[in-house]
Every structure is written in structure tokens, then in C-alpha cells.
């Protein structure tokens, strides 16, 4: 079990479904780039966010794409101005990107509630991104077995 990824960039990588549409209603092309991010917010609560996952991503595919390309280098600036400024170089990605490829996920916020009465966890493909707030056990089978 790890936690999931942790964005650290200020906001900019991260949008509601309004803002996400808005963004492709400018960069149409950017859609490809974007995944469903589960914070436990969002688990726990049934909200909806998503983020810019621009891990396969080329500098040149950010060069053509003028809308990243700004997310990318404001992303940079506060990256520099933070107690992190290492993580400005890579400011196209995640600081912390700890899901691996091509795995569903098994996903328990980090912190619930005192007054459940049960664990909530949940399942997801892939193609979703867990953000930090939450721990992930990557998985390949949607239970586990006792050895």
C-alpha cells in the first residue's frame, strides 16, 4: 500500500469539469492529456475533478499545444518560489507520482470519519490517477487471496 500521487503545483494541473471544459474548449487537442483524479474528497463524497496528466508528454508536444505550454511554465514560476524549488524542474509532471502504469487500483481515503461503521475503500481502472490524500494497493485482481 503507498500513497497515491501528490501534485504539488498550486492548483494549476487540477480542474473541476466546468474548467476542464472550458480549457478544451480552447485546446481541443489537450483532451488526451486529461484523467480522472480521486482525491478522498471526491471518493468520499462523489465529486468529480481532473488533472493534467502530462507524464508522456514531449516538450515538443507541450510547445504545440499553447494552453499547457502556459499551465507548464506558470507551474514553473511557482515551483521556483516554493520550499520545493527542485520540483521546478519538472514542471510538467505530478512531484510525486507514485501509481504504477497501467494498474487498477484498490483506494482508502487517508483519513474518513470516526462515525462510519466500516472502511470505505474502492476500485478503479487505470486510466483514473489517485491523488495523495488517499493510499493505493495497485492490483491486477479485484480481490485478494490468503497464502
Known amino acids: 500500500m503507498n500513497f497515491g500521487n501528490m501534485p504539488a503545483d498550486g492548483g494549476l494541473l487540477l480542474f473541476n469539469p466546468d474548467e476542464k471544459e472550458k480549457f478544451l474548449t480552447r485546446e481541443p487537442l489537450a483532451r488526451k492529456y486529461f484523467s480522472k483524479l480521486i482525491s478522498a474528497d ?5 465529486k468529480e475533478r481532473w488533472c493534467l496528466w502530462l507524464e508522456e508528454l514531449t516538450q515538443k508536444e507541450i510547445e504545440s499545444l499553447p494552453l499547457i505550454k502556459d499551465v507548464v511554465s506558470n507551474l514553473k514560476k511557482v515551483r521556483l ?8 524542474e519538472i514542471p510538467h509532471l505530478f512531484a510525486q507520482i507514485t501509481q ?9 481515503p487517508r483519513h474518513s470519519s470516526e462515525n462510519r461503521n ?4 474502492g476500485y478503479f481502472d487505470s486510466s483514473n490517477k489517485a491523488h495523495d490524500s488517499c493510499l493505493i494497493v495497485p492490483t491486477k485482481e479485484f480481490y485478494f487471496s490468503g497464502s
Open 42 to 46: 471526491e471518493f468520499l463524497n462523489g
Open 81 to 88: 518560489e516554493s520550499s520545493r524549488p527542485k520540483l521546478a
Open 100 to 108: 504504477p502504469k497501467g494498474l487498477d487500483f484498490i483506494l482508502i
Open 118 to 121: 466500516y472502511i470505505p475503500i
